[in-house]
């Protein structure tokens, strides 16, 4: 059973995840006014949250050697203190130069915190434990997309920019306080030395991929740039990949992927998070230009998502020990794939309860498999490869967040093409989305009836020896 303690280190680790989340979609809402503050631009401020996510992709590799180098424990207290300081300086930025330095900072303490957060729950929580525990760290992935149109649009209605930032310091200060009195110093290894190659290689494609992302959700921005820094980035990951795998120290460790459900996790895992992360990109839009509604209405309707997954997380655990993850990876993914395509139906006169009836179960739908991958992840990962696993996966997860709204805006560009009407456009958007999720779909079929049931309990199944547990390796020296 999972007791207060982990169940404490947990919903901490959902805080600073949520915190990091929001803040890497919160500040679309702010960029009219933004943009008068520092007398700029509001294309111009689009940067400050294309760095955010460039930082998070470039760094969160590095997370995994530097855990092993200086401890897991002082690492997480370092990047919550850097991103609520860095989030003090981003409310105090008088200049765009100054505002994006700030979000270079702060999304240095996103890529640490999160991923060393998670590390430091999964080295202290028994197999069996981990659907009950992994439940409680996903949530906030699904939650920030959803209400930050909403708190964003609050906050810059009723006050100013500046508290989109300053939302952060009491949040971070309970999190510093909180995390000194949970967290103990753990065991550290002495790490071989850092894969320089891969740090320049890996991180190079990451960036230039990231980038390509950015310019592609760009509204005046051509396919020509856009097309050519993605064909760099990917020959570059090419690159990294092939010398990540014969390098006997590598940065990431991409031989953990030969563990069957890891690799389902990352990449089925890698679609379904595109296709969710771009929901609460298009529904908004969807809702205001095609149906001419309101904003208050637009994100009161997009609320409902969150009301789906809230709605399943209690059964999450029962139906994962009852069922199994191959039918509900099925069940998550055929789900989301018709919800997202359903949204082509919907139409200014479609009523509304139908309308947020779609949008629940879309939510249900994206809350049960975010949890099911997140969980079958780690089920048969061995303890000394968890560390290069959780760097893997934090990277993959990161990267196809950051590649949704590309996504979701290439989509939307091609039904555009093929029609003149507004509906029309989001209708094959949706459509060709919900293609996607079944591409995860054909992943899990694949995967054995037996796959993670290292981490479920059953009536009548032996419990597991302490020796089970997911632990971090064992260490030469203590921090």
């Known amino acids: 059973m999972v007791d207060t303690r982990q169940r404490a280190t947990a919903l901490l680790v959902a805080g600073c995840f949520f915190m990091e989340m ?280 997009v609320l409902f998502v969150f009301v789906g997954n809230i709605g399943i997380k209690p059964a999450t655990t029962p139906l994962l020990n009852r069922f199994g993850f191959r039918p509900l990876l099925l069940v998550s993914t055929v789900g989301l794939a018709l919800a997202v395509a359903g949204c082509a139906l919907l139409g200014a006169t479609t009523p509304l309860p139908a309308t947020a009836a779609l949008v629940m179960l879309g939510g249900a739908a994206r809350s049960l498999g975010l949890t099911c991958y997140s969980t079958i992840a780690f089920s048969d990962m061995a303890p000394e490869r968890l560390r290069d696993a959780n760097a893997l996966s934090a990277t993959a997860n990161q990267l196809a967040g950051g590649l949704a709204v590309a996504v979701a805006t290439v989509a939307l560009r091609l039904g555009g093409a093929l029609f003149d009407t507004p509906s029309g456009a989001y209708a094959t958007a949706f459509c060709l989305l919900g293609a996607v999720c079944l591409a995860p779909a054909a992943g899990a079929l694949r995967l054995r009836g037996d796959a993670g049931d290292a981490v479920r309990t059953r009536p009548g199944r032996p419990s597991r020896p302490a020796s089970s547990n997911v632990t971090v390796s064992d260490s030469r020296k203590s921090e």
């Open 22 to 301: 929001l803040d890497g979609t919160i500040v679309a809402t702010a960029a009219p006014q933004m943009a008068a503050s520092l007398a700029t631009t509001p294309t111009s401020v689009g940067l400050v949250i294309t760095v955010y996510l460039l930082t998070l992709a470039v760094l969160i590799p590095l997370s995994g050697w530097l855990t092993a180098r200086y401890g897991a424990r002082r690492i997480f207290l370092s990047a919550i203190a850097l991103f609520t300081l860095a989030s003090v300086g981003c409310a105090l930025s008088g200049s765009l130069g100054m505002l994006v330095a700030m979000r270079v900072a702060q999304g240095a303490g996103g890529a640490m915190m999160v991923p060393v957060g998670r590390l430091l729950v999964l080295g202290t929580t028994a197999r069996t434990d981990l659907p009950r525990i992994m439940a409680y760290i996903v949530w906030p992935g699904l939650l920030a997309p959803v209400v930050a149109p909403l708190l964003g649009g609050v906050l810059t209605t009723y006050a100013t920019w500046h508290w989109i930032f300053l939302v952060n310091i009491p949040l971070g200060a309970l999190a510093f306080a909180f995390a000194r009195r949970l967290v103990t110093a753990g065991p550290t290894t002495a790490p071989p030395p850092l894969d320089l190659p891969g740090v320049l290689l890996g991180c190079t494609g990451l960036a230039a991929l990231t980038w390509a992302a950015h310019l592609v959700a760009e509204p005046d921005s051509g396919w020509v740039t856009p097309a050519a820094l993605a064909a760099l980035a990917l020959l570059v990951l090419a690159a990294a990949g092939r010398h990540l795998l014969r390098t006997a120290h590598p940065l990431v460790n991409l031989r953990t992927l030969d563990v069957v459900t890891f690799r389902a996790s990352v990449s089925g895992g890698s679609l379904f998070w595109i296709v969710v992360g771009s929901m609460p990109f298009l529904l908004p839009l969807l809702f205001q230009e095609a149906f001419g509604w309101s904003a208050v209405k637009s994100g009161a309707v």
